[in-house]
């Protein structure tokens, strides 16, 4: 705990002061015990308040006073408090392997589901925007609290060639810098970001991909960017690595690329089978290099699950909290907690 006001720890004198006071009243009482009249004295030898019931509403008032000149110091503490400001980027890879039927029926149908549980499962007051990428990577939605507009633009993704899954991070931390003045865009020199511990932005990127990056910027230079600006980014290894039949329905295929086939579906390479390695120690290093982590999903339900668990890690972050309104608060308690005992067992 650290203290904005240092200087204003004078006010807690004040105990002390009212110590030496009550002592001199004390003192002064006694030295007039001597000249009171036959009344006085008889109204002495009637039984008073036992000591430690005059001594405990004194103690209350004056730790009251402790507790108040405390809070006027203005006590602050760092630690983990939700909130409401936070931006969640999904970054959704949407190359032609998320065709691959080794998660029934098709990764994409459970990527689309599981972005879709994990939109509506969200407070109302998150933003959430969307980035698809392939062989390229584009913004669909800025960080936004409609969770309408994202759900119709799950609903249209399409896949392509291409996995560039740096690039992704790039276009998710402009769009984070779009909604948020306090981070700057790619393209700006930054200094070292140094040491992450407490330092993070409210917004996050997650990642998800089945693959690994086949062009444009490295997913580690991409993280330095993130890292630079104090967004961490969490990342998810989709599918298996056994070999399946790569197979999309019409409305999961960018329609400008093929020619539409008879039965709905399309079938890659014939309807040949295809083992898709997922890039786990990229992954991983991008996300432990932002203080974020990284999490494999074989199946829709894992991958539910794991969407459905960030939000308690990515909603909360480290801050100063200034404490003041409970010290306030507690010294408030005291002192009317000395004065109903001392009027309740004052009572003539």
Known sequence: MALTWPWALAALLAVPLLLLARWLLQRRRRRLAVRVSSLALIRA????PSAWRRRIPVALFLAALALLGLGVARPHA????PTSSTSI???IDVSQSMCS???????????????REFVLAQDDGTRIGLVAFSGISGLLVEPTTDK???LDAIDTLRTARGTAIGQAILTAID???ESNPDVLPTGVELPDPGDLTGQYAPDTIVVLTDGANTQGVTPQTAAEQAKARRIRIYTIGFGTTEPAPIVCSVDQIDQGTIIRPPDGRFGGGGGGRRAQLIDEETLTAVADSTGGKYFRAEDAEQLGKVLGDLPSTIVTQRRDVELTVWFVLAAALLAFAAVGLSLRWNRT
Do not use: K
């Not at 760092?78 to 408090?81: D, E, T």
């Open 89 to 91: 980027v999904l970054a």
């Open 45 to 48: 030898a009637v039984p008073g």
């Open 101 to 115: 039927t080794d998660v029934p029926p098709n990764r994409m149908t459970a990527a689309r589901e599981a972005a």
């Open 175 to 177: 769009a984070i810098a």
């Open 148 to 150: 309408q507009v994202l």
């Open 78 to 81: 760092s630690m983990l408090v």
